[in-house]
């Protein structure tokens, strides 16, 4: 069984976003920038099941710009077997990936495509599932446990105050959450070996797909600043002014 692992270049997560000074959108120049978090986790899971031996093949997959190889060869050097970008300079839409990773799916057919719940820069939490709804496939969204039995797949997923367990139909689309591993470093050997690691580069034309965007952003803004607080000498002090705003245990 194959395994597809789309893993999107993203803001690095210890990073604080400078908005910028016309306010169309995040500052990315000359920034730190990594493999989305959820999208490392699906990278490791992937691997786990090609080390038990459940999968045959991890092919890593990114929509994005040339320097968005660097992601790739991260996914690599963790353990993918090679890799695919889809070169683009322009940030594409969730319908629009979904639609690159279909067609990407119809020509490898894996058994599993293993996304991120949600890239931490646009918070879209949309392609997995998009995805699911054009390849007809079962999905499993949010997962924190995913097993591999025979021609199902079993998926723990987190939902408010509790778990739900999920058995789907392969070939599947999964969507990791943040517990659900913890993905590796590379090491400095495989740094080095993920360099000779094939990596195709495509358009999306070469799928078929229009990436002309249908939302235009508008503005983008810092979060409000916090006003200052107020010291108090004592507890008492504290209590007297929680009761003068209405505060009550
Ligand atoms: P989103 O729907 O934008 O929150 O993204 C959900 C997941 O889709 C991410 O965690 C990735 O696995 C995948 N994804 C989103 N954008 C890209 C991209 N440009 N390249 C590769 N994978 C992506």
Redesign the pocket.
């Given at each position: 069984m194959k395994i597809l692992v789309?893993?999107?270049r993203v803001l690095d997560y210890n990073v604080k976003p400078r908005v910028k000074s016309d306010g169309t959108g995040v500052d990315l120049a000359n920034v730190k920038m990594s493999m989305?978090p959820?999208?490392e986790i699906?990278v490791e899971e992937a691997i786990r099941l090609r080390e038990k031996g459940v999968a045959t093949e991890v092919v890593a997959?990114?929509?994005?710009p040339a320097k968005?190889q660097e992601t790739l060869r991260t996914a690599l050097a963790m353990g993918a077997d090679r890799a695919i970008l889809v070169q683009t300079d322009d940030a594409?839409e969730?319908l629009a990936?979904a639609k690159i990773f279909k067609a990407i799916a119809d020509a490898e057919q894996p058994g599993l495509v293993i996304?991120?719940?949600?890239?931490i820069d646009?918070?879209?939490?949309?392609?997995?599932q998009m995805l699911a709804a054009l390849t007809g496939w079962a999905q499993g969204t949010f997962a924190s446990a995913v097993n591999v039995d025979g021609d199902h797949v079993n998926v723990t997923r987190e939902v408010d105050g509790g778990l739900e367990t999920v058995k789907l139909k392969l070939p599947a689309i999964v969507?990791t959450d943040l517990r659900l591993n913890e993905p590796r470093y590379a090491s400095l050997p495989n740094i080095m070996k993920a360099k000779s690691k094939p990596l195709d580069t495509k358009t999306p034309a070469d799928y078929g797909v229009d990436t002309t965007p249908r939302v235009k952003t508008l503005k983008v803004s810092e979060p409000p600043v916090r006003s200052a607080g107020v010291k108090v000498a004592d507890v008492d002090e504290l209590v007297a002014k929680l009761k003068a705003m209405g505060v009550h245990s």
């Open positions: 789309p893993v999107k989305n959820f999208d699906g997959v990114s929509v994005g968005a594409v969730p990936l996304l991120g719940k949600q890239a646009d918070d879209n939490n949309q392609t997995g969507t």
